[in-house]
């Protein structure tokens, strides 16, 4: 069973941000089942890599546009995706050097943090762009 299933209520209703949740999601889901079938360390560790590399992407792309159009809550909404990136290098570096494994714990935090942020921060800013034409 999924991690996470997508539910109606993760839409911020701007197609480029939901397709990129989507594929967090996705990847959340699948670095889950893999630590339950018990995957090698390097299977797991590359699926780690792709997840915080596509999330760096994801939030690279909701700044760009916090910054171009003058967003009122950029420093905060910058802080909570610069700390989440933090935990993510932390934990990465960790299981790298093998000081930490991948957890249901590690999972929870992975997958209660994004849809909180989704469901709190990133629904925030869905009206401010879609006043701005972002689609
Ligand atoms: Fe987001
Ligand atoms: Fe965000």
Do not use: C
């Amino acid at each position: 069973m999924d991690l996470i299933s997508w539910n109606p209520s993760f839409n911020v209703d701007v197609e480029v941000i939901d397709k990129q949740h989507q594929m967090l999601v996705k990847m959340i889901n699948e670095l889950h089942d893999s630590m339950l079938a018990g995957k090698d360390k390097d299977v797991l560790l590359e699926m780690i890599n792709r997840l915080s590399a596509y999330a760096a992407f994801h939030f690279a792309r909701e700044e760009h546009y916090f910054d171009i159009f003058g967003y009122p809550e950029t420093e905060l909404h910058k802080k909570q995706h610069s700390d989440f990136e933090l935990k993510v290098s932390t934990f990465e570096n960790d299981f790298t050097e093998g000081r930490q494994s991948l957890s249901i714990e590690i999972m929870n935090f992975l997958s209660d943090w994004l849809v909180g942020h989704i469901k709190g921060s990133d629904k925030k800013y869905a009206p401010f762009l879609k006043e701005r034409g972002v689609k």
